[in-house]
């Protein structure tokens, strides 16, 4: 990467960091596409998650798993997919399968099926002592609705529970969890989370531009954000550096914001 000293750039963190993370969504990217996502992207990626089932019929997985780890970066498997084991009562099957596929992340969500929230936190626990968790907080289905109350109840439980960070559910789609059905923040139930919840320990899901936007508007270039579409994952880091018209004034001084256009 060719480094050009420009002025009024916003710090980034530097891998492995715990804040400013991106997740990206793998929903079956070929291992020819892996290669070349890595190739121009994983500086910027923290995390692929393998999203729903797809890893069940994913050919050359290991192949695949093995680009992403070899790069640098931390695989997981979709939430989904631990629902389906747990749905069949296969809890140690899903265990069996995580250490076949030798990864070492987790993702703990209960957004497709209800699981009393104890028995939840129980399994987060049991996970975390060989894994690093990542629990998904909120629904799927746009139908349903968590009180605010209720999310910060749970996203602390799972943090004291073991999970590393707690996910903010918005799906791949971006109009529900966190969103509203226009795909707007829910700023609101944003705001309760943030009153209670420690921003670095958030990893908000934001696979719609607009979305990443609002956040490094509100938040600063290095907050968490997952789904990221692959194709994604370089206009993020423009965004997160102000190199884009959205965020292109966020991190100048006033001075130079008089060249802003009205």
């Not at 093995?66 to 099957?93: C, H, M, N, P, W």
């Not at 099926?113 to 746009?142: A, F, P, R």
């Amino acid at each position: 990467m060719i480094h050009v000293d420009l002025p009024f750039i916003p710090e980034r963190s530097l891998k492995p960091r715990q804040t400013g993370i991106a997740m990206v969504m793998d929903k079956g990217l070929s291992l020819r596409e892996a290669e070349d996502l890595v190739s121009v992207g994983s500086e910027y990626i923290d995390y692929v998650k393998l999203g729903f089932g797809t890893s069940l019929v994913t050919l050359d997985l290991q192949k695949k798993i093995r680009v992403y780890k070899e790069a640098g970066i931390s695989v997981y498997l979709g939430g989904t997919l631990f629902e389906a084991f747990f749905i069949r009562d296969r809890f140690d099957d899903f265990r069996k399968f995580i250490d076949q596929l030798g990864l070492d992340t987790v993702e703990i969500s209960d957004g497709s099926m209800t699981i009393d929230h104890d028995v939840k936190c129980e399994h987060i626990n049991i996970l975390s002592k060989q894994y690093t968790v990542l629990s998904e907080v909120g629904s799927k289905e746009s139908g349903i609705l968590i009180s605010p109350n209720k999310w910060v109840e749970m996203m602390q439980k799972e943090l004291q529970a073991g999970s590393y960070k707690v996910i903010a559910e918005a799906r791949e789609s971006g109009n529900v969890g966190i969103y509203k059905p226009t795909g707007k923040a829910h700023v609101s139930l944003i705001n309760k989370i943030l009153s209670k919840i420690d921003i670095q320990k958030i990893l908000w899901e934001a696979p719609i531009k607009a979305q990443q936007v609002w956040f490094i508007k509100n938040f600063g270039c290095n907050v968490n954000l997952g789904n990221i579409p692959p194709s994604e994952i370089i206009p993020l880091e423009t965004l997160r550096l102000g190199l884009r018209g959205d965020t292109f004034f966020q991190f100048l001084p006033p001075k130079l914001k008089k060249f802003k256009p009205v």
